[in-house]
Nanobody, 122 residues
Framework: QGQLVESGGGLVQAGGSLRLSCAAS????????MGWFRQAPGKEREFVAA????????NYADSVKGRFTISRDNPNNIIYLQMESLKPEDTAVYYC???????????????WGQGTQVTVSS
């Protein structure tokens, strides 16, 4: 089985920055596409960003374009989400996800992490 472990969440003031990390292991290799989702209280989980297995393509939700950057370190099998200019509406549990199929990574990825809480205070 594959495993995804997120870290880096926390409490930050509006306008601040955070960097989330996700370490992949097991069958989730560096040739898998990776992504981030988030779920705010009382809301459905939503897509945030994705990166192709080789880093050649990325995809972002409109709500985070220009503020969030997804990247990956394939030798160490880690992905990152750099979040800038954070807003209170970015408050959510952030989940790392993975799928070998690029078309599935933004909609129905096969593997999920347990999530890390991000709280942005106003």
């Amino acid at each position: 089985q594959g495993q995804l472990v997120e870290s880096g969440g926390g409490l930050v003031q509006a306008g601040g920055s955070l960097r989330l990390s996700c370490a992949a292991s097991g069958r989730i290799s560096s040739v898998y596409n990776m992504g981030w989702f988030r779920q705010a209280p009382g809301k459905e989980r939503e897509f945030v960003a994705a990166i192709k297995w080789n880093g050649d393509d990325t995809n972002y939700a409109d709500s985070v374009k220009g503020r969030f950057t997804i990247s990956r370190d394939n030798p160490n099998n880690i992905i990152y989400l750099q979040m800038e200019s954070l807003k209170p509406e970015d408050t959510a549990v952030y989940y790392c996800a993975s799928d070998p199929n690029w078309r599935a990574i933004a909609t129905s990825p096969r593997f999920w992490g347990q999530g890390t809480q991000v709280t942005v205070s106003s």
